[in-house]
Nanobody
Framework: QVQLVDSGGGLVQAGGSLRLSCAAS????????MGWFRQAPGKEREFVAA????????YYADSLKGRFTISRDNAKNTVYLQMNSLKPEDTAIYYC???????????????????WGQGTQVTVSS
C-alpha cells in the first residue's frame, strides 16, 4: 500500500499556472503508475493524466493535452502536475492516485479507496 499527500493547489487568475505535487510514502513508489483526477462541484471525478512507473509513458485527457504535463521523480517519491494556461473550467479538487497497472489509469479506471491523495483545491478566476 502507498500513502499519498497532495499539495500545491490555490487561487490563480485565468491564463496562470500552478504545479501540483503528490508525495508518496509506504510501499515502493517506483512500483506504481501514478495519475491525476479532478472533481468539479456537482460533477463526476474525471481522469486528467497518467504516468508509468518509470516515467517513459504519459497519457492525458484529450481536452487537456498541451496545457497540462505530468512528471515524476522516483528519487523524491513525488509526482507532479504542471498546469499552464489555466481556465475557469479547470476549477476543481485535484487528486493523485496510484495503481500497479498503468493501462488501468490510462483508461481512467479509478483505483481503490486506499490509493488516493486527500485532494488539493484549484480555483481559477476569470
Amino acid at each position: 500500500q502507498v500513502q499519498l499527500v497532495d499539495s500545491g493547489g490555490g487561487l490563480v487568475q485565468a491564463g496562470g499556472s500552478l504545479r501540483l505535487s503528490c508525495a508518496a510514502s509506504g510501499r515502493t513508489f517506483s512500483s506504481y503508475a501514478m495519475g491525476w483526477f479532478r472533481q468539479a462541484p456537482g460533477k463526476e471525478r474525471e481522469f486528467v493524466a497518467a504516468i508509468s512507473w518509470s516515467g517513459d509513458r504519459t497519457y492525458y485527457a484529450d481536452s487537456l493535452k498541451g496545457r497540462f504535463t505530468i512528471s515524476r521523480d522516483n528519487a523524491k517519491n513525488t509526482v507532479y502536475l504542471q498546469m499552464n494556461s489555466l481556465k475557469p473550467e479547470d476549477t476543481a479538487i485535484y487528486y493523485c492516485a496510484a495503481d500497479e497497472r498503468y493501462d488501468r489509469l490510462r483508461l481512467g479506471v479509478r483505483p481503490g479507496d486506499d490509493y488516493w491523495g486527500q485532494g488539493t483545491q484549484v480555483t481559477v478566476s476569470s
